[in-house]
């Protein structure tokens, strides 16, 4: 069984600094495009970022494709280690409007295209 | 970027067909997946590719695509199937991620 876990969100000052850490287990995890989706209160989804996987190569590899969305491009970084199938999200420079729950998600692919399972989601809340 | 538009509610009797659009220009060169969400949990996918569905996804739930517009059909809708639907397709752009539709309101009456 597929399972993500969120953790790391807490509630933090404007310009503060969080790292989100995301566990998963019950699939070859480096084989897999992962992916940070987040949704404000009351507010649609919104893509964060998303790294490929290795496609069935070496899961001594971390490295991967990666994408960001125009709102986080600069501030955010996301990351993975294979070896410990786990997931992050280093979120720097921190503003109100990056308050929401965050979820990690996997992909069907090792590209990042859709994703077919979602974690409980993890709730930042940037606010002074 | 690429833009998503759906409509912000559908309302349908229970046994009756639902049809949720979404617009795109030339959406129908794109893979198009559709998400439902409940009120406090975490999305679901119910279909990608346009058309397939994940493993225990009920039939009930269809995906078409074409021209600038991409339908989930929900038949015979049940009181369970309301829920908040979003479309998505990947990226337009070599370094953009995904791109989300701002959701359809489904309510069952």
């Known amino acids: 069984e597929v399972q993500l876990l969120e953790s790391g969100g807490d509630l933090v000052q404007p310009g503060g600094s969080l790292r989100l850490s995301c566990a998963a287990s019950g699939f070859t995890f480096s084989s897999y495009a992962m992916s940070w989706v987040r949704q404000a209160p009351g507010k649609g989804l919104e893509w964060v970022s998303a790294?490929?996987?290795?496609?069935?190569?070496?899961?001594?590899?971390?490295?991967?494709?990666?994408y960001y969305a125009d709102s986080v491009k600069g501030r955010f970084t996301i990351s993975r280690d294979n070896s410990k199938s786990t997931l992050y999200l280093q979120m720097n420079s921190l503003r109100a409007e990056d308050s929401a729950i965050y979820y990690c998600?996997?992909?069907?692919?090792?590209?990042?295209?859709?994703?077919?399972?979602w974690g409980q989601g993890t709730l930042v809340t940037v606010s002074s | 970027s690429y833009v998503l538009t759906q409509p912000p509610s559908v309302s349908v009797a229970p046994g009756q067909t639902a049809r949720i659009t979404c617009g795109g220009s030339n959406i129908a060169s794109k893979s198009v997946h559709w998400y439902q969400q409940k009120p406090g949990q975490a999305p679901v996918l119910v279909v990608y590719?346009?058309?397939d569905r994940p493993s225990g996804i009920p039939e009930r739930f269809s995906g078409s695509n074409s021209g600038n517009t991409a339908t989930l059909t929900i038949s015979r809708v049940e009181a369970g199937d309301e829920a908040d639907y979003y479309c998505?397709?990947?990226?337009?752009?070599?370094?953009?991620?995904?791109?989300f539709g701002a959701g359809t309101k489904v309510t069952v009456l």
């Open positions: 590719d346009d058309s």
């Open positions: 790294m490929s996987g290795s496609g069935g190569r070496s899961i001594n590899d971390n490295g991967g494709r990666t």
């Open positions: 998505q397709v990947w990226g337009s752009r070599s370094d953009h991620p995904g791109v």
């Open positions: 998600a996997k992909d069907r692919r090792y590209r990042a295209s859709v994703l077919d399972y």
